[in-house]
């Protein structure tokens, strides 16, 4: 997708174009006509809205004509031609996404990776964090990326439920009740789930830390990525536990409190030396200024996500919403995501 800025410049180039057609043909309806519905078919390219919704109108408005037929034919007339202008445009912007897809596709030979630790985390809870590690998980097996997805938010873990998975034997068995690790990783959705339960204190006991330094080093081997979701706070236990080779994503809502969240959580992983890939926006619901917030947080901006209520039912239905509805925007920026991460950490 386009940054705001760049959109803008394309939206004004368009007007420019459009008025100078319009004026030039300026005695000539049909074209001036053409030219509305040209502009329409840019607009959108440009903002990349909805290939559909041209092509219901033009169903409403071919509906409308047949209604309208015996009474005013003129009418008729014209109401099927402005049907065939937006189904003309539906189809073209149909086409311009299955080539953009296309490309991509083909543009695509994703490298291998090998343990690569991603933690998600956030200042506060409730910002979105177990959701988009678990799509995310998911977004990158559908890409091939042997993954695991691992509940480390040892207050309040529900890995388990966004995953679907109803498990026995989890984390804390292995930690300690002498669980084997394979009894605790369950496949769902095409990736490994490491659940786990509440530990109340967990980082009190330095013991604690050395086991799931342990445990990261018994199986990083095994994934290309290591996918953690994070309890919410700085968790400089967690970083010392996993050590520099663990990047992190910062998940934030887009108000000023939670940015400032992860500007210090960023902060603090610097001073550990972990590596901070960029901050993930979720529930956008309005216009986002890009630029200014990467500026003002020294971080990039990796994903911007749609409120969605969606993504809620899907939760409450345990399946991921990447597996569900790959083709709500929501889903979509997710597979962005996926693609994205495995170039940044090749
Ligand atoms: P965290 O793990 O950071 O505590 P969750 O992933 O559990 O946050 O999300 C908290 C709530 O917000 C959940 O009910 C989830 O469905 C909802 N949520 C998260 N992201 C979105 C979104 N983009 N649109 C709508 N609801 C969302
Ligand atoms: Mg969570």
Redesign the pocket.
């Known amino acids: 997708m386009l940054k705001k800025r760049e959109q803008e410049l394309l939206l004004a180039i368009t007007i420019v174009a459009f008025l100078i057609f319009m004026f030039a043909f300026r005695g000539n309806k049909e074209l001036k006509i053409l030219l509305i519905f040209a502009f329409y078919f840019f607009a959108s390219l440009i903002y990349d809205l909805d290939s559909r919704y041209p092509i219901i109108a033009a169903i409403f408005l071919l509906i409308s004509a047949a209604i309208v037929l015996s009474k005013n034919e003129e009418l008729a007339n014209n109401l099927a031609i402005y049907a065939y202008y937006f189904l003309v445009v539906g189809v073209a912007l149909q086409l311009v996404e299955y080539l953009r897809e296309h490309r991509e596709e083909e543009e695509e030979e994703l490298p291998e990776l090998r343990g690569k630790c991603i933690a998600?985390a956030?200042g506060?809870?409730?910002?979105?964090?177990?959701?988009?590690?678990?799509n995310l998980a998911v977004a990158l097996a559908k890409i091939e990326k042997r993954c695991i997805l691992i509940d480390f938010?040892f207050s309040?873990p529900?890995l388990d439920i966004?995953m679907g998975i109803k498990p026995e034997k989890n984390l804390k068995d292995f930690l300690f009740n002498n669980a084997e690790i394979e009894e605790c990783i369950y496949y769902a959705h095409g990736c490994d789930v490491l659940p786990t339960l509440p530990i109340p204190n967990f980082f009190k006991k330095e013991e604690n830390v050395g086991k799931l330094k342990e445990l990261i080093n018994k199986i990083k081997e095994k994934y290309e990525i290591l996918l953690m979701?994070f309890p919410?706070g700085s968790n400089i236990e967690l970083l010392e536990a996993i050590g520099r080779d663990m990047s992190l994503i910062l998940?934030t809502n887009p108000e000023k409190l939670s940015l400032l969240d992860s500007f210090n959580i960023a902060s603090i992983a610097r001073e550990k030396e972990n590596k901070v890939i960029g901050i993930i926006l979720?529930?956008?619901e309005e216009e986002i200024d890009v630029d200014s917030i990467e500026n003002e947080m020294g971080l990039p901006i990796i994903a911007l996500?749609?409120?969605?209520?969606?993504?809620?039912e899907?939760?409450?239905k345990e399946i991921p919403i990447v597996s569900e509805e790959p083709e709500r925007e929501?889903s979509r920026e997710i597979m962005k995501l996926a693609k994205f991460l495995v170039r940044v950490l090749s």
Request: no cysteine; aromatic share 2%; glycine share 8%.
């Open positions: 998600i956030s506060k809870g409730g910002v979105g964090k177990t959701t988009i590690a678990s938010d309040m529900n966004a979701d919410p998940v979720n529930r956008v996500l749609p409120e969605d209520s969606m993504v809620r899907s939760l409450n929501f």
